[in-house]
């Protein structure tokens, strides 16, 4: 499987922007999909995920109530919506896609644990 994340761009603090994960694959509704993101200097964080089946998803604190993360097997595809962004979510954002059998009922917050990484796309947002 192949991800692809896109959506990224330049956005005032307090804007909203909504990233997409393409995957290419029949297998992609088996796995979980997790977001990660690097500023500069710093490392790969978890942003959040979701499992196979789009029940559960689960977010960083310093998200947790601006940023949901949806998914439609159907397109193949994984969202990231993010909302009031601020100067500090600016980073380049990753997808990629957890393989574990445990992905239908749990997220996994270990971006080592997660396989498959695209190329990330930018986000940024200017005080």
């Known amino acids: 499987v192949q991800l692809q994340a896109s959506g990224g761009g330049l956005v005032q603090a307090g804007g909203s922007l909504r990233l997409s994960c393409a995957a290419s694959g029949r297998t992609f509704s088996r796995y979980g999909v997790g977001w990660s993101r690097q500023a500069p200097g710093k490392e790969r964080e978890f942003v959040g995920g979701?499992?196979?089946?789009?029940?559960?998803?689960n977010y960083a604190d310093f998200v947790k109530g601006r940023f949901t993360i949806s998914r439609d097997n159907a397109k193949n595809t994984v969202y990231l919506q993010m909302s009031s962004l601020k100067p500090e979510d600016t980073a380049v954002y990753y997808c990629?896609?957890?393989?574990?059998?445990?992905?239908?009922?749990?997220?996994?917050?270990?971006?080592?644990?997660?396989?498959?990484w695209g190329q990330g796309t930018q986000v940024t947002v200017s005080s």
């Open positions: 979701i499992t196979s089946n789009g029940a559960r998803t």
């Open positions: 990629a896609a957890d393989t574990s059998p445990s992905a239908w009922f749990r997220v996994e917050v270990s971006i080592y644990e997660y396989h498959y």
